[in-house]
């Protein structure tokens, strides 16, 4: 948890240094069958209607896409779907978080 309001603080401070998993790891889908890399990106990247999920996944326009989010080029947000899964890799950045608590707490 401190962890993740550690990264708000540096969200809110335009200094963002999470990565953003969005259309590599996750994907949203509407009810349409439009295929975007997460809920609130606005680039749709196909129809999963017309072309097969497969075939908009391994497209040269979502590569590029996840080009764009891991640089954090593209708008960013701190939505929990995205930001829990960075969180839980960052091992460093917990252990981090942990001890800082630890230290404000005791």
């Known amino acids: ?22 259309a590599r790891e996750s994907i949203f889908i509407d009810g349409v069958g439009d295929v975007f890399p997460c809920i609130i990106m606005n680039h749709n990247l196909g129809n999963a209607y017309e072309t097969p999920l497969k075939d908009i996944l391994t497209s040269e326009e979502t590569s590029t896409v996840c080009e764009v989010i891991g640089e954090l080029k593209y708008p960013t947000c701190w ?18 978080a942990y ?6 707490f005791s």
């Not at 001890?99 to 404000?104: D, E, K, Y």
Request: aromatic share 14%.
């Open 1 to 22: 948890m401190l962890a993740y309001l550690k990264g708000i603080k540096e969200f809110i401070g335009d200094e963002r240094t999470f990565p953003c998993s969005a």
């Open 79 to 96: 939505l929990e779907c995205e930001v829990y899964r960075e969180i839980r890799k960052g091992w460093r950045r917990l252990m981090a």
């Open 99 to 104: 001890l800082l608590g630890f230290n404000q």
